[in-house]
C-alpha cells in the first residue's frame, strides 16, 4: 500500500496568543513560545512535495463540554477573566504573571480564599512562563478545538479502514499552539493553558468501538520536558497508557520520575523513561523502541496520540537532548511500526530555523515518504 497523505489542521487563531517577553534565569528575554513557531512549520511543510501534507482551516467548534471533562470550572473561569481583572487591578498590560506561589509548605495553605488578580495568578498557575494576554484564552480554546477537529478525522479514518493493522496507519497532525501538555486539571505552566492532548484523547476514550466498548488510546510523549500535565490528568486510570520520554533534571523538575506509576486503577499505566542530556539520536531511538516493545504494543490501543515535542534538538534554545536533525524521522518510523492510526499534537521546539524540518521528520518518517 502506498503511503497516505497526512491531514494537518490549524488556525490562524492559534497565532494571536503572543507575549513579547519572559524570564529565564533572572533576565529578560524573548518569549520563545512565539507564534513563529506554527509559521516556520507550516511554511515548511507546505515546501514538501504536492500532496504529501494537506491543510485544513474548516475548524469545528465542539464548545466547553470536551474541555469541561478535563479542566476544573474555577480554572476556566480564572483563564476566561483573568486579563481583565488583572489590568483592572493595575497589572501590567504585557500580560499575568504570577509573583507569588503557594508552596506546600505554607502557613495555612488553603485557608484563606484568594480574591486578588495577583493572589489567582499564583493559585492557578505555576511558573511565570504561562504568560496570560487578552487573547490567550481564545487562542488556547482555537488549540484545543484543532485538536479535537484532528481527532475527529482520525476517527473517520480509522473508522473507514475498521481499525485493522496496516503497514500504512492514518495519521493527523493538529497544528497548534499553545502547547498543552503541562496544563494540568487546574494549573498552567510551561506555556501551556489546556491540555489539548488530554482533551482529544478523553473525546476518543468516549468514542465507542464497533464493539461498543470504549476505544482505548496511547500517549507517546515525547517532548523534551516531561508532560506532568497530562500524567496528573490521567494518574488514576488505567485508559489511556502515558508514555513519556524526557529529561527529569529539567523543567518541570519536580515531576517525571520512574517512580512515577499511577495510582489506583492506573498503577502501570503511567510510564515514565528519564533520559540523560547527553542521549544521542541511536539512544533516544532505542528508548522510544523500548517503550513501544514494552507498554505500547501490549496495551493494544486504538489510537495513538503523540505529544510532538522537538525541543529534544541539540540546537534547540532552551532545552536539547545531542540529537540532530536525522533522528526524527526515525523517530516517525518507529511510531509507524506500532500500525495503529496516529494523531500528532504540536507541543514544545524553539529552534525556529530548524523547527519545520524537525517537525516534518516525524511526520515524514511516518508517512513512510
Same mark, same amino acid.
Given at each position: 500500500m502506498a503511503p497516505a497523505q497526512i491531514r494537518v489542521f490549524t488556525s490562524d487563531v492559534c497565532l494571536l496568543?503572543?507575549?513579547?517577553?519572559?524570564?529565564?534565569?533572572?533576565?529578560?528575554?524573548? &518569549? &520563545?513560545?512565539s507564534p513563529d513557531r506554527l509559521t516556520a512549520i507550516a511554511k515548511w511543510l507546505e515546501?514538501?512535495?504536492?500532496?504529501?501534507?494537506?491543510?485544513?482551516?474548516?475548524?469545528?467548534?465542539?464548545?466547553?463540554?470536551?474541555?469541561?471533562? @478535563?479542566?476544573?470550572? !474555577?480554572?476556566?473561569?480564572y483563564l476566561q477573566t483573568a486579563y481583565e481583572e488583572w489590568v483592572r487591578e493595575g497589572g501590567h498590560p504585557h500580560?499575568?504573571?504570577?509573583?507569588?506561589?503557594?508552596?506546600?509548605?505554607?502557613?495555612r495553605l488553603g485557608k484563606t480564599k484568594v480574591k486578588t488578580a495577583t493572589a489567582k495568578s499564583g493559585e492557578y498557575c505555576f511558573d511565570s512562563?504561562?504568560? @496570560?494576554?487578552?487573547?490567550?484564552?481564545?487562542?488556547?480554546?482555537?488549540?484545543?478545538?484543532?485538536?479535537?477537529?484532528?481527532?475527529?478525522?482520525?476517527?473517520?479514518l480509522a473508522d473507514q479502514l475498521q481499525n485493522t493493522i496496516t503497514d500504512h496507519p492514518p495519521a493527523v497532525y493538529a497544528l497548534c499552539r499553545p502547547p498543552g501538555h503541562h496544563a494540568q486539571t487546574d494549573l498552567c505552566g510551561g506555556y501551556c493553558f489546556l491540555n489539548n492532548v488530554?482533551?482529544?484523547?478523553?473525546?476518543?476514550? !468516549?468514542?465507542?468501538?464497533?464493539?461498543?466498548?470504549?476505544?482505548?488510546v496511547a500517549i507517546l510523549d515525547i517532548d523534551y520536558h516531561h508532560g506532568n500535565g497530562t500524567q496528573e490528568i490521567f494518574y488514576s486510570v488505567k485508559n489511556p497508557l502515558y508514555t513519556s520520554l524526557h529529561n527529569e533534571q529539567d523543567y518541570p523538575y519536580f515531576t517525571g520520575s520512574k517512580e512515577e506509576q499511577g495510582e489506583g486503577e492506573g498503577l502501570g499505566f503511567?510510564?515514565?523513561?528519564?533520559? !540523560?542530556?547527553?542521549?544521542?539520536? !541511536?539512544?533516544?531511538?532505542?528508548?522510544?523502541?523500548?517503550?513501544i516493545d514494552d507498554h505500547v504494543r501490549p496495551f493494544a490501543p486504538d489510537y495513538i496520540i503523540?505529544?510532538?515535542?522537538?525541543?529534544?534538538?541539540?540546537?534547540?534554545?532552551?532545552?536539547?537532548?545531542?540529537?540532530?536533525?536525522?533522528?526524527?524521522?526515525?523517530?516517525?518510523?518507529?511510531?509507524?511500526? @506500532?500500525?495503529?492510526?496516529?494523531?500528532?499534537?504540536?507541543?514544545?521546539?524553539?529552534?525556529?530555523?530548524?523547527?519545520?524540518?524537525?517537525?516534518?521528520?516525524v511526520l515524514e518518517g511516518f508517512g513512510g515518504f
Open positions: 496568543h503572543a507575549p513579547t517577553y519572559e524570564f529565564l534565569g533572572g533576565a529578560q528575554t524573548q &518569549y &520563545y513560545e515546501s514538501r512535495p504536492e500532496k504529501r501534507f494537506v491543510f485544513s482551516k474548516d475548524i469545528v467548534d465542539y464548545g466547553m463540554a470536551p474541555i469541561q471533562k @478535563i479542566h476544573k470550572p !474555577d480554572f476556566l473561569e500580560g499575568v504573571a504570577p509573583a507569588t506561589v503557594p508552596h506546600q509548605r505554607l502557613a512562563s504561562a504568560v @496570560i494576554m487578552k487573547e490567550t484564552w481564545r487562542a488556547s480554546y482555537e488549540s484545543a478545538q484543532v485538536t479535537l477537529t484532528a481527532a475527529r478525522e482520525l476517527k473517520r488530554a482533551i482529544a484523547t478523553q473525546w476518543l476514550i !468516549d468514542q465507542p468501538q464497533k464493539d461498543g466498548r470504549p476505544s482505548r503511567n510510564i515514565n523513561v528519564p533520559l !540523560d542530556e547527553s542521549t544521542n539520536n !541511536d539512544e533516544y531511538v532505542a528508548a522510544l523502541q523500548k517503550i503523540v505529544s510532538l515535542g522537538v525541543d529534544t534538538f541539540q540546537e534547540d534554545p532552551i532545552a536539547g537532548f545531542q540529537i540532530t536533525s536525522d533522528a526524527y524521522p526515525r523517530m516517525g518510523a518507529a511510531i509507524r511500526s @506500532i500500525g495503529v492510526p496516529t494523531l500528532f499534537v504540536q507541543e514544545g521546539g524553539y529552534c525556529i530555523e530548524k523547527i519545520g524540518l524537525n517537525v516534518g521528520g
